[in-house]
């Protein structure tokens, strides 16, 4: 696996493979990797020649200094975890060397932002939108793969791609879980054992919400899985939604016609925790 870490170099070598006519797969990550990513390496593996995997901790999309400070570096391990799984090249780039300009460029995604997200963490997707359009253009791939955990990223991903005219496809794969329904993250390494055990409680607060939604209100069900989660001290719920998958507007009722999408986030201690599920 070729790892680089220069802005020309991975621009240099993606020019090459496309003048070779071949596919470009590409999975952006912050790294510190588990099946969750190496789930979306093997899709855009199977579908493209060659696959990019970027692990980058983008400094502007975080909100929150310690969680950046804190966010796990693990890149050694990533680098052997990637090249076992075939991904021919690694994109690892210092802050420094991504951000030589300071970006100033601003982005207003509208309605889609001003919710979840995009309400809770200031300057977030500002951010993303930022550093993935830098990787878009050095990567050049014909494939971006995303997972489904990041719901509204992969929502506004989608609307970077049609407002600028990227010439790319994105894919949005499921969310891979733990054995006891914990979505797999990164910053589930920074969970103490005791938060780590109430951590799938996450998870069956939305299933509850899931069921529920069969024959309550939206209102009533949301107030049986918060009233569920309030049972765990350990967790901080900061939203529990139920959502329209795409538009991410919430609903005030649910119907066959209508994709919906049940997104929470909660902190454990100072970790701060996402997860969905699509009905
Ligand atoms: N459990 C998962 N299943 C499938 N895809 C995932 C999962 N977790 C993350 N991804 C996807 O992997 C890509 C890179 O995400 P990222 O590196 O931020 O990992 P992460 O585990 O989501 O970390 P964290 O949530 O702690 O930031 C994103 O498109 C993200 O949606
Ligand atoms: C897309 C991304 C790599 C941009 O930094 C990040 O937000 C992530 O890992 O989901
Ligand atoms: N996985 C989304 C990146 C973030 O939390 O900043």
Redesign the pocket.
Known sequence: MLQLTSLSDIRRHTELLRQQGKRIGF??????L????L??LRAAKKQNDVTVCSVFVNPVQFNNAEDYRLYPRLLEKDAQMLDQEGCDILFAPTSEEMYRQKAILSFDFGELERVMEGAHRPGHFNGVATVVSKLFHLVKPHQA??????LQ?FAIVQQLVLDLSFDLELVC?????EEDGL??????RRLSSGQRQVAPKLFEALQLLREKLRTATVEEARKEAEAFLALFPEIRLEYLEVVHAQTLQPLEEVNENVPVALCLAAFLGEVR??DNVLL
């Open positions: 999975v952006p990550t912050m790294g510190a588990h099946e969750g990513h789930s979306l793969f995303f997972g489904q955990k990041d990223q794969f499921p969310i891979i879980r979505a797999m993250s990164s910053r589930n925790l996402i």
